[in-house]
């Protein structure tokens, strides 16, 4: 059976350039700590340039992973993007959809806490979240599919990105789906979760705009920025929104899929999640 995480979501900070985690309720400097150790096959090594060296297992899809030591680690979790609406008969767009939601702790380049999490040895779930599949074309367009949600941890106790909010077409006034970062929408755009991403945009006048990023806000047609992290030695880009006004596939983890500029075209699906786990090897 899997074991739940110890540490609380936000049990990380940085005060008089020391940082610690919450290691069963009690505050602790983490340089003082040792770090996990996993038995999963590594996805890949690196040493960085400070010569730390790491290894980092890469989940494209649901699993467990089973830590044999205690300690520290450092993660990034990932849901699925929302899929962008398809297009009306009427020529209107398809909102893009948003990006998934993020959530991450470590001192790589890109984490949103910036100290790394403790958790006991045992066995915990992945869940890795799908993209929001596209929504069909027609004579009023569909709106597209919420992204899933990823995780890790168990009922209760988990750390979880929630999916991004699927687009809705230009041809409706109905208000975008709220999630991890918000859809795009006619009138007004999908709200998002506070801290995982941001809102999409609304377009008016029959149009629909792009999806929230979690890097920024949707902009009329075009969906919000994703980011880089650097939680595998090197960028790995993330969670842009889907735009209203483009139409392609995207194979960014996490990202927005495109609404659909033409007629009774489908929407683009959301990219898939992804959580990644990372441990120090000296």
Known sequence: MSKGI?????????QAKASYVNVNGTWTKFGGLQWATVSNTPTGTYTDDNGVGWKYVMFTSSGSITFTREGLFELLVVAGGGGGAGAPGTGSYGGGGGAGGVVSFGTFQGARYPAPLFIPTGTYDVVVGGGGAGGAGGAIGHTGGDGGNS?????????????GGGGTTGATTAINQFGGSGGGGANYGGQNVPGQGYPGAGLGGGQAGGGGGVGGAASGATGGPGIDVYIIGKAYPISRGGSSTTSFQTAIRGSGG????????????GGGGIVIIRTRTN
Do not use: E, F, P, W
């Open 6 to 14: 110890s540490a609380n979501v936000g049990g990380s900070y940085q």
């Open 258 to 269: 495109d609404g659909y500029k033409g007629y009774n075209h489908a929407g683009y699906t």
């Open 151 to 163: 995780s890790l941890g168990m009922a209760g106790r988990n750390i979880v990105a929630m999916g």
